[in-house]
C-alpha cells in the first residue's frame, strides 16, 4: 500500500514504533521455533495425539511465521504509522490499515476495548466504502473489524511511537478543528 502525497508543513506524521515492531519479530520467530520443536517432538511425547500436537505446530509455524514477515516488512518501513492532515488522516498501522480516510467520510471517533486492548475507532459514514477498496487479506480483516466495533477502521497505539490516549487527544483535536460541524469527539465505550 502507498500513503498518498501530504502537506510535510502541515500535517502530523507519527512514526512507526521500530522497538515495539523488533520485539514483535523476535517474538514470533520464538514462536516459529517452539512450533518446529512441537512439531519435532510430537510422535516422542505420549500425552496427546501426535496428529493434533502436528496440527497445532502447523497452525503456529503458518500464523508466526505471517506475523514474523509482517513485522520485519513493518521494521523497513520507512513511511510514517499514521499521518493527520488537513484533508484527514493516513493510517498505516497495522495490517488492516486503509490508507487515506477524509475528514468528509469521518463522523465520530470512540474508544474500544477488546480483550484489554484500546484502540481508536473511526466511525465511518460509510463503512463498506473502505472495506471495498482494500485487497482481499485486508478486506477479510476489516470486515471482521467492523463487525467486531461498527468500523473497519480501529487504530491501536501499538506500532505507533506515541501512548494510547496522547494520539486519542491528538486525533480528537484534529477532528475537532477539521471534522464535519456537530461533529463529536471521542466518546469512551468499552
Known sequence: ???????AHEAIAIPLSKGKILLLLFGSIAFVAISIWMWSYASEQQRYNPLSVQAVAVAGVLFFGACAIYSAMKFIDTKPGLVIDQQGIV????????????????????????????????????PQQYIERLGFIRRLLNS????????????????????FDDLVGLVGAEFAKYGQPGDSGPSQDA
Open 144 to 163: 471482521a473489524s467492523y463487525r467486531m466495533t461498527g468500523s473497519p477502521i480501529n487504530i491501536s497505539a501499538n506500532g505507533l511511537a506515541i501512548k
Open 91 to 126: 493510517d498505516n498501522s497495522n495490517a488492516a490499515a486503509v490508507g487515506r480516510v477524509s475528514w468528509r467520510d469521518i463522523v465520530g471517533l470512540s474508544v474500544t476495548t477488546i480483550a484489554g486492548q484500546r484502540m481508536l475507532t473511526i466511525e465511518l459514514a460509510n
Open 1 to 7: 500500500m502507498t500513503i498518498p502525497d501530504y502537506d
